[in-house]
């Protein structure tokens, strides 16, 4: 599976060719074996219990993940634990809906006050007692 996909222009000046076409047959190698590595890992019975993909196998995924190849399976399995890296990485504010109800209340006993003053007084003394401030 590791054949290289490199083609050598016959116009292309003798030194240029080497040093690029160097690099592009290692960097092909290289995807290569990344790609056939992580095939493999992902057709263990296990393979959701693994550590997260990351390092250099995560690096050729995004520099060369549309090139690759890999069985239908194992591609499911690739979305599914870069799906489950990406939530356990999230950062959320576990209080933002909390104090988005909190602009709210206040919002609305503002309101209150302006257009009805004994009612908001009430209100106020009331969401004043339920948010303890």
Avoid at 32 to 58: F, V
Wanted: with cysteine; proline share 4%; charged share 30%.
């Amino acid at each position: 599976m590791s054949d290289n996909k490199v083609i050598k222009f016959p116009n292309t000046p003798a030194n240029q060719l080497s040093e690029t076409a160097k690099l592009a047959m290692e960097m092909e190698t290289e995807k290569n074996m990344y790609q056939e590595n992580i095939e493999w890992t992902m057709q263990q019975d296990d393979w959701d219990k693994l550590p997260a993909i990351d390092g250099r196998s995560l690096d050729m995924l995004a520099l060369f993940g549309d090139v690759m190849v890999f069985t239908p399976k194992t591609s499911q399995k690739i979305i599914c634990k870069l799906a489950e890296q990406i939530k356990k990485n999230q950062i959320t504010d576990p209080l933002e809906e909390y104090r988005w109800v909190e602009k709210k209340e206040i919002k609305l006993t503002l309101h209150t006050f302006t257009t009805r003053h004994s009612v908001q007084i009430c209100q106020y003394i009331e969401l004043t007692r339920l948010t303890g401030t």
